[in-house]
């Protein structure tokens, strides 16, 4: 097993990934100084994989457990969920020190992070991610949230768990598509700070896609350490923190423009590509560095379909994005892999452009 620190003082904590850990939480927890009642909340998809086992782990180590479910699915992450999550765990006597363990993917993440922050003014919170996306990206680091009308992430807190514990063994199971998703900021971490990570996954990309334990270990170990240094650096997400949405300014523009048919790892992936084309116009990024990563890409089973990419409304929605009009919209571009800087100079022609460009090329 690998751990990560993550040190922010008295919200300092520890995530823990290795093969088959999920059956060691229990004792983990106990280890932490919990006891007595936990509550799980976790949707029927990982319930069925996973629920039952950890369950009977926990329930054998003492705890008096009880689970909570939501449907599965992005909608889920609101405050009307939330406000059903609350009432049930008033059913249940929830106090203050009983932890809520979110098992499960991002939207379960965020929203019983988002519960675990709110209710009662905030309880125990541990996060059990299982998938990559999450074991990489949404459990780190403390943002919870919910989404709010058409606006995502909208009401949310920066509220650390108290302890990761990320089972690789739980992306066997993992489907193909989200296996993607989750590479997208795999390899989002390793383009903001690390280039050697970035040649470890040239290298071995194959044997992530088959779930090679040893391979997986490090993509989720590699990521989860990025974040956590720039987290400790930033945990009010006020500088160096915003270096994590390279890709993500041109992604979510794809995902509104394509009325969000394109994958969030698609959108995401293309952001990054776009930056990057960004960059080599600007005369910053070697172009062979461009190639390097739409290669990485591709292998990842990430480049979206082409034909499918409405490229005028994509344009559009650059182009009618407020920050923008305001001409003030951050783009964090990479000087070469492994490094990379926050500008506001990219006027959005030069965004469609290279769009253009783009399409035309791929
Ligand atoms: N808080 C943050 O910092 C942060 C960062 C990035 C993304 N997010 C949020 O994360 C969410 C997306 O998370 P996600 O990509 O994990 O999606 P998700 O939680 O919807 O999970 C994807 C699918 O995989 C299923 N699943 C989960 N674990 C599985 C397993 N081990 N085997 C088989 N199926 C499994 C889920 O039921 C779901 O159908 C978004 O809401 C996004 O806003 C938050």
Not at 72 to 92: F, I, P, V
């Amino acid at each position: 097993m690998k751990k990560v620190d993550v040190r922010l003082g008295k919200s300092s904590y520890e995530i823990h990934i290795g093969p088959g850990i999920l059956s060691g939480v229990g004792n983990q927890l106990k280890e932490s100084g919990f006891s007595d009642k936990l509550i799980i909340i976790t949707n029927p998809v990982v319930n069925r994989l996973y629920g039952e086992a950890l369950e009977q782990n926990l329930t054998r180590e003492g705890f008096k457990v009880a689970i909570l479910q939501v449907p599965d699915g992005e909608e889920q992450k609101s405050l009307e969920t939330a406000g059903r999550l609350y009432h049930e765990l008033s059913n249940l006597y929830a106090e203050r020190t009983t932890p809520i363990l979110a098992l499960g993917g991002g939207v379960i993440g965020d929203l019983a992070g988002f519960v675990a922050a709110t209710y009662l003014r905030g309880v125990p919170l541990i996060q059990v991610p299982t998938t990559l996306l999450a074991q990489v990206d949404s459990s780190i680091g403390g943002k919870v949230a919910v989404n709010h009308g058409q606006l995502k992430n909208e009401i949310g807190a920066f509220y650390q768990p108290r302890l990761v514990v990320s089972d690789i063994n739980t992306l066997r199971t993992l489907p193909p598509k989200e296996l993607a998703n989750g590479l997208a900021e795999v390899i989002k971490s390793a383009v903001v700070w690390d280039e050697e990570f970035f040649t470890y996954l040239e290298a071995n990309l194959d044997r992530i896609k088959s779930r090679d334990n040893r391979v997986l270990e490090e993509t989720v170990f590699r990521p989860a350490k990025i974040k956590a240094e720039i987290v400790e650096k930033d945990e009010g997400d006020l500088g160096l923190r915003n270096i994590l949405n390279y890709g993500h300014t041109i992604g979510h523009a794809i995902e509104s423009a394509a009325g969000f048919k394109v994958g969030h790892g698609e959108a995401v992936a293309i952001g990054m590509l776009v930056a990057a084309r960004i960059s080599n116009r600007l005369g910053i990024l070697d172009i062979s560095e461009t190639t390097r990563l739409r290669s990485l890409i591709r292998r990842a089973n990430l480049t979206a379909e082409t034909p499918n990419l409405e490229l005028d409304k994509i344009i559009q929605a650059v182009r009618h994005d407020k920050k923008i009009l305001g001409g003030r919209v951050r783009f964090v571009l990479p000087r070469a892999i492994g490094d990379v800087f926050i500008t506001d100079e990219v006027s959005p022609s030069l965004v469609g452009e290279v769009l253009i460009d783009w399409n035309e090329e791929t």
